[in-house]
C-alpha cells in the first residue's frame, strides 16, 4: 500500500503561484507512476499532470506552459509547480500512485483563485 499525503494548496491571486507537494509512504522509485488530478465543484476528476518513475512526465493541454511535475526521489516527494494560476484552476488537487496495478489517492488539497 501507499499512503499519500498532500501540502501546499490554499488561496491564491490569479496569475499568482503555488507549489503543491506529495509526500509518499513507500521509496516512490517503487513506484510506476504518480501524478496530480483535480475537482472542481460539479465537475469530474481530470488528470493534470503525472510522472513515471523514468522520469517522464505527461500534462493535461490546459496546463502546459504553466504547471511543472517533479519528483524527489530522496525524499520521496511529488511536486507540482503551478504558475500563472487562474480562477478556473480552483479545485482540490489531489495526488495519485500507480503502484502495483493498483491506484492511490491523498486527501486532496484545496487551491482558491479568486476571479
Known amino acids: 500500500q501507499v499512503q499519500l499525503v498532500e501540502s501546499g494548496g490554499g488561496l491564491v491571486q490569479n496569475g499568482g503561484s503555488l507549489r503543491l507537494s506529495c509526500a509518499a509512504s513507500?521509496?516512490?522509485?517503487?513506484?510506476?507512476?504518480m501524478g496530480w488530478y483535480r475537482q472542481a465543484p460539479g465537475k469530474q476528476r481530470e488528470l493534470v499532470a503525472t510522472i513515471t518513475s523514468g522520469g517522464s512526465t505527461n500534462y493535461a493541454d490546459s496546463v502546459k506552459g504553466r504547471f511543472t511535475i517533479s519528483r524527489d526521489n530522496a525524499k520521496n516527494t511529488v511536486f507540482l509547480q503551478m504558475n500563472g494560476l487562474k480562477p478556473d484552476n480552483t479545485a482540490v488537487y489531489y495526488c495519485?500512485?500507480?503502484?502495483?496495478?493498483?491506484?492511490?489517492w491523498g486527501q486532496g488539497t484545496q487551491v482558491t483563485v479568486p476571479s
Open positions: 513507500r521509496n516512490i522509485f517503487s513506484i510506476n507512476a
Open positions: 495519485n500512485a500507480e503502484y502495483h496495478w493498483q491506484h492511490y
